[in-house]
């Protein structure tokens, strides 16, 4: 893949807490996760950018939105959303081909 560009979602987020569990709250690990990615992904010099960096609410609609103006809808773009399951549920990847 040619000039790949980066979009974390740190999951969750604000009011919307996620799973919590043994004093771990899902928005606050995920957080965590994706502020450790970007980092890492920028050492690499990889375009990246976050939907969210601190603990706010995002709306379904504010995220996809935050997603579409981070780089468009180009080749390239991968769109990485981090989410710890608690248990018991079942993951998913929504891809657009």
Known sequence: MNNPRI????GHGGTDGGS???GIVEKDLTLA????MYDRFRELGIPVT????TDETLSPTTRVERIMNA???EPGVIVISNHIN??????HCVTNV
């Open 7 to 10: 979009v974390i979602d740190a």
């Open 86 to 91: 608690a248990g018991g549920g079942a993951g």
């Open 33 to 36: 996760i994706s502020k450790y």
């Open 50 to 53: 976050m939907t969210r960096t």
């Open 20 to 22: 919590s569990g043994n």
């Open 71 to 73: 780089y468009g809808d």
